[in-house]
């Protein structure tokens, strides 16, 4: 698939702010390898989704800066970003894996303050998942509503402003798979 031929299935905002949805940009075979390589890849809980809830530690796994660009997955990501915001530039500035299971406490959080302008790329890296098992993504107004929701589909994509409050939810109790979400946060690149 070309950056051309890259179209959501679906879409919406919070606030004025956009979240793009994007599904079956991978195969089932190149979705299984990334699974696979997540359950050998070293986690740590080590982050966390505001200075206030510093307590609560979630699992990630960083990737080195350096090995973004070369992952198939960054020219889906690079022309996801093309069609949100076109004409402008971005790169990366950090990318990691979270893993949330049940029991898990995730708290709702923005990437970047809205004069920043970032986009926050999240890939659901799983083979199966099923509705029962929860681990949707929610998107929050000010007042702290849902207002969008996206379900960890095999291998989705949702693009969204890092401005928007959001929260991974952690899966349910007869959920025993891994809930691996890959995050790519794009800044604007400077004009050259």
């Known amino acids: 698939m070309t950056n051309a031929e890259l179209r959501p299935t679906r879409s919406g905002s919070v606030e004025d702010r956009d979240v793009f ?8 075979a190149d979705l299984a390898q990334y699974v696979e390589a997540l359950g050998r ?6 982050e966390v989704a505001r200075t206030d809830t510093a307590e609560v530690r979630h699992w990630i796994s960083e990737l080195p800066l ?41 708290y709702a ?7 920043e302008r970032e986009l926050t790329a999240l890939w ?7 509705p029962e098992w929860g681990g949707e993504t929610m998107f929050f107004d000010k007042s702290g509503d849902a ?7 095999p291998g989705r994509l949702v693009l969204f402003d890092g401005a928007i409050p ?10 025993y798979a891994p809930r691996y ?4 946060k794009l800044t604007p690149a400077p004009a050259e």
Do not use: K
């Open 21 to 28: 949805v994007f599904d079956d940009l991978i195969s089932e």
């Open 41 to 46: 890849s070293p986690f740590t809980r080590t």
């Open 66 to 106: 350096a090995n973004v660009t070369q992952l198939p997955l960054w020219s889906l990501t690079e022309g996801a970003a093309a069609f949100a915001r076109p004409g402008e530039q971005y790169r990366p500035s950090r990318a990691y894996t979270n893993y949330a299971a049940y029991g898990d406490m995730l």
């Open 109 to 115: 959080h923005c990437d970047c303050t809205p004069e």
């Open 124 to 130: 659901f890296l799983s083979t199966q998942w099923e």
């Open 147 to 153: 207002l969008f929701c996206v379900s960890p589909r």
């Open 166 to 175: 959001h929260a991974g939810r952690p899966p349910s109790r007869i959920c």
């Open 181 to 184: 979400t890959f995050a790519i």
